[in-house]
């Protein structure tokens, strides 16, 4: 028997398969789909301090097949309200992790606190969503490891934050959070981009500039992952371009202790089991007994 339960900074979880942040984490019902489905955990769409619109249309558009720009730009009912969503998840049976974002580590922290009391069993701190004025990291590295000890301070749950690739050093940032105390790192959040329509001649997104996703960003991610592994001594949570078991064993290989799904689920829930499943069957092949066995394999 291949063991796949893995330990994520201090969270269990029954596989590493995890929901990522903002495709279908908007309600409860949905989160539990994704766990009856097959996902190790779930990360709830990010929330904020107060109800937040987003941008108007167009915010997503695909690029090409499997990639997407996207500039939803944050909307979300605010956490008072969201609330009731991290309940209805729970009854899922998976860890819900909670996304959260501010404007200030005060605004971080008060989310955060509020969202462990609704339940939630982690934390991630989105500091970096690439198309929106609360995209912390872009402001200042400083003001991240701040936000990361005001949030520490306040809850007693695993706290994860999700880094970007859009910074000179990836690693340098991951030594930051992880100094102020994160307990893991989520890598990557969506790539700055933008596509014009040569027939308008004008950014095809409302907002311009968006944040790519899926297929095209797979090895971006998996760069970044195999940085931050060789850098850091607190586990890294893989996300990005990740579609198939091997693209999964790749994050796996590269140094991700569990990894993240966001654009797959456009193809449908079914993703959970089929990820799960290839990588029980790459693992049974290779004669490993445990998933951990595989962690960062590639750096030896
Ligand atoms: C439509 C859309 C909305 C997203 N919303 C969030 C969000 O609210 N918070 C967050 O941390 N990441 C968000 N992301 C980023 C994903 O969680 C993930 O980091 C990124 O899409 C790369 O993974 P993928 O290639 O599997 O999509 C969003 C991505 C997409 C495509």
Redesign the pocket.
């Known amino acids: 028997m291949v063991k796949l339960e893995v330990e994520v900074g201090g969270l269990r979880l029954r596989n590493p398969v995890m929901l ?4 279908i ?1 908007v309600t409860g019902r949905l989160m539990v789909r994704a766990a009856e489905a097959g996902a190790g955990a779930v ?1 709830t ?2 929330v904020g301090p107060e109800r937040r619109m987003g941008y108007g249309n167009p ?2 558009v695909e690029v090409s097949p499997g990639s ?1 720009l ?1 500039c ?1 730009g ?1 909307p ?1 009912p605010g956490i008072d309200e969201f609330v009731e969503e991290i309940k209805i998840a729970k009854t899922g049976g998976v860890p819900v992790i909670v ?1 959260v ?1 501010g404007r200030s580590p005060e605004e971080f922290a008060m989310v955060a606190e509020k969202a462990e009391n609704a339940g939630a069993e982690a934390v ?1 701190l ?1 500091v ?2 690439p198309h929106t004025e609360v995209g912390i990291l872009e402001r200042s590295q400083r003001i991240v490891g701040q936000v990361v000890k005001a949030v520490k301070k306040k809850v007693g749950v695993p706290v994860f934050v ?1 880094l970007s690739s859009n910074v000179t050093n990836i690693v340098e940032v991951g030594k930051v959070v992880e100094d102020a105390g994160a307990d893991a790192v ?1 890598a ?3 790539v700055r981009a933008m596509a014009i329509d040569v027939e308008t001649c004008r950014p095809i997104l409302s907002n311009k500039f968006g ?1 790519l ?3 095209a ?2 090895p971006i ?1 998996v760069r970044c992952v195999y940085e931050l592994y060789e850098a850091l001594k607190i586990p890294v949570i893989g ?5 198939s078991w091997e693209d999964a064993v790749e994050h796996i290989l590269a140094g991700a202790s569990a990894i ?5 689920l456009t193809k449908g829930f079914n993703v959970f089991k089929e990820l799960v499943d290839g990588i029980k069957s790459y693992l049974e092949k290779k004669g490993f007994k445990d998933v951990g066995e595989v962690v960062g394999a590639a750096h030896k």
């Open positions: 990522a942040s903002g495709i984490g990360v769409k990010s915010t997503i997407y996207n939803m944050l979300n996304s974002f991630e989105n970096s969503c999700k989520t990557i959040n969506t944040g996703s899926g297929v960003i797979k991610a996300v990005g371009g990740i579609f993240q799904v966001a654009t797959a």
